[in-house]
């Protein structure tokens, strides 16, 4: 008998488990069939378990949820072959394997990069086809945004701009809020929002006239206070809220936006800890001295040695994202925002349901611990303990 539930909450488990991953994953289509077959499961199961065995009611219980999973219709895309997309930060990581995919798709593709004698853009120049079109843009230079956005004007005159993929992203500190330089949040606000703003109103007519697809690339430190990371969380905040409000604005002219949210992946010099040692040496030599007696060398020292750690965690394959950012694009029915990688589900979960002491817990946990500043090490210290 316990044989036989076990059997049969196993099989409910599983399916429930593979049906939403595929979901997530938009593999399949949320349709009225899918779920009159997902009530029908239920009914059968509830009609075997009352007149048969119950390891036979699991068998056969079992067999309809995998009727159920293979039947399901499978989400399809648009055809993509010809469509136009524009594509910022291809130098590497998620810019840089999307545009070769796109490619590989039969798109004609974009790519802006900073240099175009960067391995990275060699690489794509190499290895894609002639539809391919490498771009030299910097997003803190408005003349570079206004040439780039001629430019493709020019260039998709006949065929017109389908998607925009707004990824290319800046970060170069790790460090408390107050212990960042006020030019480090200019710095995250120019790439991450201003220069983004100022491409994507620039395309919005040819993106208007396709009713076509703007997909961002924001970071979970948009939506959560990750330890460290307040320069770079507040620009990506600002990114994902001003999506939000072109995907409600841009929905009457018929153009669809994605907030693509990636767990932690290896893209680029960000995970070199080389590149990570000499920012912190350049942070440690523009502190104002009371500050950095307040908080202390070590205590510097330490977020930075506990980030170059938590940077072995990130992972390699980049194709979640790169299939994210696709289905933002050529999903007939595109998500609002996507979640690419392991555990944001969870994450997620604990940010919007549990208390933010727990989320806070999480975060520390996982990711950064800052130490006890100096000062108020000395502060504890010197407080008197009464028995």
């Known amino acids: 008998m316990e044989l036989g539930w076990a059997c049969s909450h196993s099989v409910w488990?599983?399916?429930?488990?593979?049906?939403?991953?595929?979901?997530?994953?938009?593999?399949?289509?949320?349709?009225?069939?899918?779920?009159?077959?997902?009530?029908?499961?239920?009914?059968?199961?509830?009609?075997?378990?009352r007149f048969l065995p119950l390891p036979l009611s699991a068998a056969l219980t079992g067999t309809a949820c995998w009727l159920v999973l293979g039947g399901a219709a499978r989400s399809k895309r648009i055809p993509a072959a010809g469509k136009a997309v524009f594509i910022t930060g291809c130098d590497s990581g998620f810019g840089k394997e999307t545009a070769s995919y796109l490619d590989?798709?039969?798109?004609?593709?974009?790519?802006?990069?900073?240099?175009?004698?960067?391995?990275?853009?060699?690489?794509?120049?190499q290895s894609c086809s002639s539809r391919l079109t490498l771009l030299e843009m910097d997003l803190t230079k408005p003349e570079d945004i206004q040439k780039a956005v001629h430019f493709i004007k020019a260039q998709t005159e006949r065929t017109g701009l389908w998607g925009l993929v707004n990824n290319a992203g800046f970060n170069d500190v790790i460090a408390d809020a107050e212990l960042t330089?006020?030019?480090?949040?200019?710095?995250?606000?120019?790439?991450?929002?201003?220069?983004?703003?100022?491409?994507?109103?620039?395309?919005?007519?040819?993106?208007?006239?396709?009713?076509?697809?703007?997909?961002?690339?924001?970071?979970?430190?948009?939506?959560?206070?990750?330890?460290?990371?307040?320069?770079?969380g507040t620009s990506k905040a600002a990114l994902s809220l001003l999506m939000d409000t072109f995907g409600s604005e841009l929905a009457p002219w018929g153009v669809k936006v994605s907030v693509i949210f990636p767990g932690y992946f290896k893209t680029g010099s960000t995970c070199d800890p080389e590149f990570w040692k000499g920012k912190k040496h350049q942070?440690?030599?523009?502190?104002?001295?009371?500050?950095?007696?307040?908080?202390?060398?070590?205590?510097?020292?330490?977020?930075?040695?506990?980030?170059?750690?938590?940077?072995?965690?990130?992972?390699?394959?980049?194709?979640?994202?790169?299939?994210?950012?696709?289905?933002?694009?050529?999903?007939?029915?595109?998500?609002?925002?996507?979640?690419?990688?392991?555990?944001?589900?969870?994450?997620?979960?604990?940010?919007?349901?549990?208390?933010?002491?727990?989320?806070?817990?999480?975060?520390?946990?996982?990711?950064?611990?800052?130490?006890?500043?100096?000062?108020?090490?000395?502060?504890?210290?010197?407080?008197?303990?009464?028995?």
Do not use: W
């Open 13 to 49: 488990l599983c399916f429930l488990v593979c049906l939403l991953k595929r979901l997530l994953r938009c593999d399949l289509l949320l349709t009225p069939r899918l779920l009159l077959h997902v009530g029908l499961v239920v009914l059968l199961q509830a009609v075997s378990h």
């Open 104 to 125: 590989s798709l039969g798109l004609k593709v974009f790519a802006s990069v900073l240099d175009l004698n960067s391995p990275g853009a060699q690489e794509l120049q």
């Open 181 to 232: 330089p006020l030019h480090k949040f200019r710095a995250c606000m120019e790439v991450n929002f201003f220069g983004t703003l100022e491409l994507t109103k620039g395309l919005l007519p040819l993106l208007r006239a396709s009713q076509g697809r703007i997909v961002t690339v924001s970071s979970p430190a948009g939506n959560m206070p990750f330890p460290c990371l307040a320069a770079y």
């Open 283 to 387: 942070l440690l030599a523009t502190l104002p001295p009371d500050l950095l007696e307040d908080y202390s060398e070590e205590y510097v020292e330490e977020i930075n040695k506990q980030f170059v750690i938590y940077m072995k965690t990130a992972v390699e394959d980049l194709s979640p994202v790169v299939n994210s950012i696709t289905e933002g694009l050529l999903s007939p029915q595109p998500l609002a925002k996507y979640y690419p990688g392991q555990g944001l589900r969870v994450m997620y979960f604990v940010h919007h349901y549990l208390p933010y002491t727990v989320r806070d817990l999480l975060l520390r946990t996982f990711f950064i611990k800052p130490r006890l500043p100096k000062a108020l090490q000395l502060k504890h210290s010197n407080t008197p303990h009464t028995d």
